[in-house]
Structure formats: structure tokens, C-alpha cells
């Protein structure tokens, strides 16, 4: 069945270094995106990215579609960024959902 | 431009009650979807309304329901509730350009 595998699971880092998050699909997308959910909650978009590479600030994305693969690039992190970050995504065969991956847990150290 | 708007923020229940959250989709956006996250887990999809009908459904039992008002807002019912159904639910909006934007959720406790 369809699919996404995110990595790792949980990432603990230091100030200042940078990370690199992983999302795997098992299926062509129509759509793909990464979300932030910050400790209360909010679930912040960060990328809607089905190809190509973009980029905001620190943070980049980078989806590989004929490869299958999705990947969340965060620089000079801060401790702002910590929370868990997800991959959704659309499946031409998931009518309509957003598929989700099992989030990566990242906690910044001051 | 308002986003996602969702109330209550927060919500406590007792087991049997019925409860109803409301969703207010952002500017343009006409599909609303809703989604229960338990504590650790992701989101987990409830259904999805677009031209005030039910498109599509996920793994929820009939005690879940939902409604779309002309204007797009979306109310989404749970009846019987459940100490199980304590969770984060997630409301989110889609126009043509098909990115989901989310509200800050309605955390609800069944007691």
C-alpha cells in the first residue's frame, strides 16, 4: 500500500548545527508538504514541494520524485526550531487525504 | 488575510456528552478537512468536505460527523463521546492550489 517513512525518528542537536530530515514515499505524488508542529500544537507549513527544490531562510527542501524520496535541509538551527516535523503527502490513489509520515523529532540544545 | 480558524482552543467533555468544533476555512479556500492527533502520534485523517458534502472518509466510526455551510466554515460533531477521543483535532483548508493550511487546533479532554 501507500506509504511515507520519515527519519530519524528523533534528532538532538546543538545550537548552530545544521540537520538533514528524510521523507520516503512509496508512490508517484501529486502533491507534497512539510509541516512544523511546534510544541502547542500549530502545525506551521513550511514547503509544498511535489518536485524540485526551495528554499525559506534557513530552512531548504528538496523532493526527488522519480526517486521516491523527500529531504528537509535546516541550517544554523535555533532552539526555535525544535518540535516534530512531518511529512503529508497526496497520492493520486489516497483520494483526497494527506498520507503522513510518522514525524521526526527534533530537539535544538541551547 | 485570517487563516484557519478553529474554537474552542480547549474543551473538556465527559465521557457520553456529545461536543461540536468549528472551523473557519482561510480566505479563498474552499475544501475543509479534519483530523484527530492523539498525544505522540501524527494526524489522523476524519474526513474531508468540499461543496458542502462528505468527499471523502477516513477509518472513523458514524459517531464522527461533519458539516460545510455555504460560506466554507465546517463544524465537526463527535456523539457518545469516548475516553479515547480525548486528542488534538486539526482542521484544514485546501483551495486550487491544493497546499493544506491548518488551525491551531481544539484540544479536547473527555473525563
Known amino acids: 500500500g501507500i506509504q511515507v517513512e520519515q527519519s530519524p525518528p528523533d534528532l538532538i542537536l546543538q545550537e548552530g548545527a545544521n540537520s538533514t530530515l528524510r521523507c520516503n514515499f512509496s508512490?508517484?505524488?501529486?502533491?507534497l508538504q512539510w509541516f512544523h508542529q511546534n510544541p502547542w500544537g500549530q502545525l506551521i507549513n513550511l514547503f509544498y514541494?511535489?518536485?524540485?527544490?526551495k528554499q525559506n531562510g534557513r530552512l531548504s527542501a528538496t523532493t526527488v520524485a522519480t526517486e521516491r524520496y523527500s529531504l528537509l535541509y535546516i541550517s544554523s538551527s535555533q532552539t526555535t526550531d525544535s518540535g516534530v516535523y512531518f511529512c503529508?503527502?497526496?497520492?493520486?490513489?489516497?483520494?483526497?487525504?494527506?498520507?503522513w509520515g510518522a514525524g521526526t523529532k527534533l530537539i535544538i540544545k541551547p | 488575510d485570517a487563516g484557519v480558524t478553529q474554537s474552542p482552543t480547549h474543551l473538556i467533555k465527559t465521557r457520553g456528552q456529545q461536543v461540536t468544533l468549528r472551523c473557519s476555512p482561510k480566505?479563498?479556500?474552499?475544501?475543509v478537512s479534519w483530523y484527530q492527533q492523539a498525544l505522540g502520534q501524527g494526524p489522523q485523517f476524519i474526513f474531508q468536505?468540499?461543496?458542502?458534502?462528505?468527499?471523502q472518509r477516513g477509518n472513523f466510526p458514524d459517531r464522527f460527523s461533519g458539516h460545510q455551510f455555504p460560506n466554507y466554515s465546517s463544524e465537526l460533531n463527535v456523539n457518545a463521546l469516548l475516553l479515547g477521543d480525548s486528542a488534538l483535532y486539526l482542521c484544514?483548508?485546501?483551495?486550487?492550489?491544493?497546499?493544506?493550511?491548518f488551525g491551531q487546533g481544539t484540544r479536547l479532554t473527555v473525563v
Open positions: 503529508a503527502v497526496d497520492f493520486p490513489d489516497s483520494n483526497y487525504q494527506l498520507i
Open positions: 508512490d508517484s505524488v501529486n502533491n
Open positions: 514541494i511535489p518536485s524540485g527544490t
Open positions: 468536505y468540499y461543496e458542502e458534502e462528505e468527499r
Open positions: 484544514a483548508s485546501e483551495g486550487a492550489e491544493l497546499e493544506a493550511f
Open positions: 480566505s479563498g479556500h474552499d475544501t
